[in-house]
């Protein structure tokens, strides 16, 4: 029979593609079915419908969507509600049907109220202006034009936004929409927080919200606990995404962790989902019900949540105290060593001295106020102060100095004895509570309840067969499987049917996720939940595309090249976006993260980490006077380098018994891809060397920052670059124990906002101990304008008008190492020819000898003053003459082989290096 003009219901069942004819039969009350192949059956009529002359639905730009999966490409939908005359007798009362014919052939019928058609939710005229301007913006964004521009596919084929959607409202600036979830029944089974748990509660009750994780404050768990919740208690289907594959893999690495892998699906590019359906993870929860019913394990972890509301609280006053504590006992240390400079005579008989920290700070208040306004030799005021201090006012008046200076001491020790009672009363007052055992009861009922509700879902899902080719077509069946689907933010639309609807996605590390692939990660769903920091690093636009592009954006808000997605919704939404910052830090050394607390967060963060975590938090080596920054502009790795600063690191650093000792531990972070690939060669193996950007979510117990900048007037154009409060925030915060700032002499003391406070800072926190004057010199430093004072003596003895100041300077010092009696055996030879110092030409290239016969020179032969022979060849490269041109570098490697083939030795040494005695020395002993 014709699908598309009539439709047969047997039994409430469409058989119509298997049916040949239908007809009467002997009564009224019979009709005959004929199927294909031949075979006739009778039927009762009232077990058979027959609709006939269906309408065709005109899509006219709307969605189809069956019990919320969209339909993929539809040829005809008809809409079947005419019963066939023919058969009076028929059932009359079932639901009219809708059939659905695909492009493919095949066909699908649906209940009437199974099929929905939702139109396009981008109808405004901003909304429409924005998408065509980052259209635009996506066909620029490939970093090989060659290659197919996978961004540019993506916005185009991003036809319809769906009404529900968080695209849909972010585009046309409608409110966020609350959400009447219940809280009740919340479980932590990865443990939390106060700032956690007001976070979670704001995700669970908005369409839209931001959690903002400054550097390790536990975003991570945050996200785990809120999938927790989503995929159990809630049922959801979740995406997490990011700008890259490494956010989204920390979350599947603690979710196997626990057990939990089995939830998570990694797919977005191809290489994903190849290595995700080959070996697909299988849930294993038989053993993961437990005795307690649902209701009752809700019930306890609601009784703990009221018992441990007022105690995280106390707990978080105990933290604050341990970090006021610290910072009074700082200025107390401060402060102690001015006074043992003064001398101070010790007064007798001060009664202020027996005080509380309260009183004494309201004595040296008044009398301040009263010096600084010039009332203090006034009567009333005299009688009053008596009358309030008696002893201790009269004693000022005779050792004012002394006297204010001991209240200040007192002052500082009582106030610090007074916040260490406080800590021992919050204490035990945890300790009375039993809060430890507590927590760890409700993360272990919050655990509980988890896997008894993954137990009911995944206990009885048979294997899913999935595979790359048909999940997508059973994808109901399979997020159910596998409810949480991770991805990259571009990719994320390839991880799930076209137009496709999830319940959540949550956008990690979003202060990197432009406002292209950030609206590619909205397009897919109903709620979002946008994890990030806007101190942190921000996303890496391509400036230049400005130049090319035709169109604007409608709003500064949609502006690509100046939001992220995160800075994007902060400033549309402003106050009105639920929006809940992590206080608590779990990461860094206190002293080490104060600095990014004090700088960079208002001092909102909440240090939980112990101070004995290292007794030398923060160091900072400070390279000598000179201008040791070097551009490559020419060769395959262009870009600035400072040789220096590796070498201070390679030399005291690395050298410093304070200091981690083990690689796999040690981090080395710059700003410049140069530097991080210059050090990755030169440090020793296992330290980890990267860019800033490259870091931004790791860690590592030593952190070691390179600046590389110089003092000369030329670098300080790129001074802003470097002190970029994101990036200087970044580096800082990779460190747990211990944090190194290599750095130039004095130019971001002087002149950098983001460094300079750092330094300063450094300076402050360890009372100059850990700021050490690094002692690593070159010979070559005399080159520049300001050098060591230890190279005075090698300069006098230069001649300025030496043609080549760099050979002068060598020059002089081997004639210092040669006059020290154990190299007196030596002397030296100065531009020699390379071919007077070789016996033979055998065994070199034709190029070789050619290149020996255009007069090739050596800078310098170190030889016996016996025989003549040579014990050394030493040569002085100049960075100008030989890093930045690659003919140079070509005819000094031809120079290295002709030495090597005569078992010549020799020393090269770059104007940019360090350490020019002792390698020479080496080279002699």
């Given amino acids: 029979m014709d699908i598309e003009k009539t439709m047969v219901l047997i039994k409430g069942e469409d058989k119509t593609k298997f049916i040949t004819s239908i007809s009467c039969g002997p009564s009224p009350q019979i009709i005959i079915v004929e199927y294909n192949g031949g075979s006739s059956y009778s039927y009762n009529a009232s077990n058979v419908t027959v609709l006939v002359d269906p309408e065709s639905e005109d899509l006219d730009g709307r969605v189809a969507y069956v019990n919320g999966m969209p339909v993929y490409e539809p040829r005809l939908i008809l809409n079947f509600k005419k019963l066939s005359s023919e058969f009076k007798f028929q059932n009359r009362n079932l639901e009219c049907r809708r059939r659905i014919i695909y492009k493919n052939g095949s066909s699908k019928t649906v209940l009437f109220r199974e099929l929905s058609f939702l139109k396009d939710s981008c109808s405004s005229e901003s909304a429409r202006q924005t998408l065509s301007y980052l259209r635009e913006i996506s066909k620029y964004t490939a970093a090989d034009p060659t290659q197919e521009v996978f961004l540019e596919q993506e916005m185009q084929q991003l036809t319809f936004i769906h009404p529900e959607s968080v695209l849909g409202r972010y585009l046309n600036g409608q409110p966020i929409e609350d959400l009447t979830l219940p809280v009740n029944g919340i479980i932590f089974p990865f443990r939390f927080n106060l700032s956690q748990k007001a976070a979670l509660e704001n995700a669970l009750t908005h369409s839209l919200s931001v959690i903002e994780g400054p550097p390790g404050t536990g975003k991570t768990q945050t996200i785990l606990n809120i999938l927790a919740n989503l995929v159990t208690i809630q049922g959801k289907s979740v995406a997490v995404v990011s700008n890259n594959n490494e956010a989204v893999k920390n979350v599947i690495e603690k979710m196997t962790k626990g057990g939990y892998g089995f939830l998570t699906a990694l797919l977005g590019n191809k290489a994903n989902q190849d290595a995700f359906f080959a070996n697909s993870p299988v849930a294993e929860v038989a053993d993961w019900d437990c005795d307690e019913s649902e209701d009752e394990l809700i019930q306890i972890i609601e009784n703990l949540n009221v018992r441990l509301a007022t105690l995280l609280e106390i707990d978080r006053k105990r933290a604050q105290l341990k970090q006021q504590l610290q910072a009074w006992q700082l200025e107390q240390e401060h402060f102690n060593e001015y006074y043992i400079r003064r001398n101070v005579a010790e007064v007798e008989k001060l009664p202020l001295l027996r005080a509380n920290s309260d009183r004494i700070i309201s004595f040296l208040t008044e009398t301040s106020l009263a010096k600084e306004q010039e009332y203090s030799e006034k009567l009333i005021y005299k009688v009053k102060m008596l009358i309030k201090y008696r002893g201790s006012f009269r004693s000022l008046k005779r050792h004012e100095a002394s006297v204010l200076l001991q209240l200040e001491r007192a002052f500082y020790q009582k106030q610090i004895q007074k916040i260490k009672d406080e800590i021992a009363e919050t204490e035990s007052k945890l300790e009375h509570a039993s809060f430890d055992k507590l927590l760890e009861e409700h993360q272990n009922y919050s655990e509980k309840l988890f896997r008894k509700c993954l137990y009911q879902s995944h206990s009885k899902l048979s294997a899913g067969d999935f595979t790359k080719k048909n999940f997508k077509s059973r994808f109901q069946g399979f997020i159910r499987a596998y409810p949480i689907i991770l991805s990259t933010t571009h990719a994320i639309r390839h991880s799930i049917p076209k137009d496709y609807l999830l319940d959540y996605v949550i956008i990690d590390e979003a202060s990197q996720v432009d406002l292209i692939t950030g609206v590619l990660a909205f397009s897919c769903c109903r709620n979002a939940i946008v994890v990030g920091d806007i101190k942190q690093l921000p996303q890496i636009t391509n400036q230049k595309i400005k130049e090319t592009l035709k169109s604007a954006p409608p709003a500064p808000v949609y502006d690509y090249f100046e939001h992220s997605i995160l800075s994007s919704i902060i400033s549309l939404y402003g106050k009105t976006l639920p929006r809940v ?330 104007t940019n290096g360090s350490g020019e005695w002792e390698r020479i020395i080496h080279a002699l002993q």
């Fill in 581 to 910: 910052v992590l206080r608590e830090h779990y990461r860094c050394h206190p002293q080490i993260i104060e600095f990014c607390n004090q700088k960079y967060y208002n001092g909102d963060l909440i240090p939980y980490t112990s101070p004995t975590l290292s007794k030398m938090p923060l160091v900072l080596y400070k390279t000598v006077e000179g201008n040791h920054m070097r551009k490559v502009t020419r060769g395959k790795e262009k870009g600035k380098y400072n040789q220096r600063e590796l070498d201070v690191i390679v030399e005291e650093v690395l050298n410093n018994p304070d200091l981690a000792a083990d690689s796999s531990k040690i981090g080395f972070v710059t700003p410049y891809r140069k530097q991080a690939d210059t050090a990755g060669r030169q440090l020793p193996k296992g330290i980890e060397s990267d860019t800033v950007h490259k870091y931004q979510g790791r860690e590592k117990d030593l952190m070691i920052l390179s600046t590389v900048l110089d003092n000369s007037w030329m670098e300080q154009r790129s001074l802003e670059f470097v002190d970029d409060p994101h990036m200087v925030n970044v580096a800082v915060s990779r460190a747990v124990r211990q944090f190194v700032l290599v750095t130039d002499h004095d130019l971001f003391f002087k002149k950098g906002k983001n460094i300079g406070d750092l330094i300063r800072y450094m300076q402050y926190s360890t009372l100059d101990e850990n700021i050490i004057e690094s002692q690593v010199v070159s010979v070559f430093d005399l080159l520049y304008k300001q050098y060591s004072r230890k190279l005075l003596p090698l300069k006098v003895k230069m001649n300025p008008k030496a043609r080549f100041q760099s050979e002068e300077a060598l020059r002089v010092l081997l004639e210092e190492i040669l006059a020290q009696p154990e190299y007196n055996r030596f002397s030296y030879v100065q531009g020699m020819l390379l071919r007077n110092l070789l016996n033979s030409l055998e065994n070199l290239s034709d190029e070789e000898i050619t290149y020996i016969n255009n007069r090739a020179s050596l800078d310098f032969v170190v030889f016996y003053k016996q025989d003549k022979t040579c014990k050394l060849v030493v040569e002085v490269d100049g960075f100008s003459f030989h890093e930045n041109r690659p003919e140079q570098l070509r005819r000094d490697a031809l120079k290295d082989a002709i030495l090597t083939k005569n078992n010549i030795p020799f020393l090269r040494l770059a």
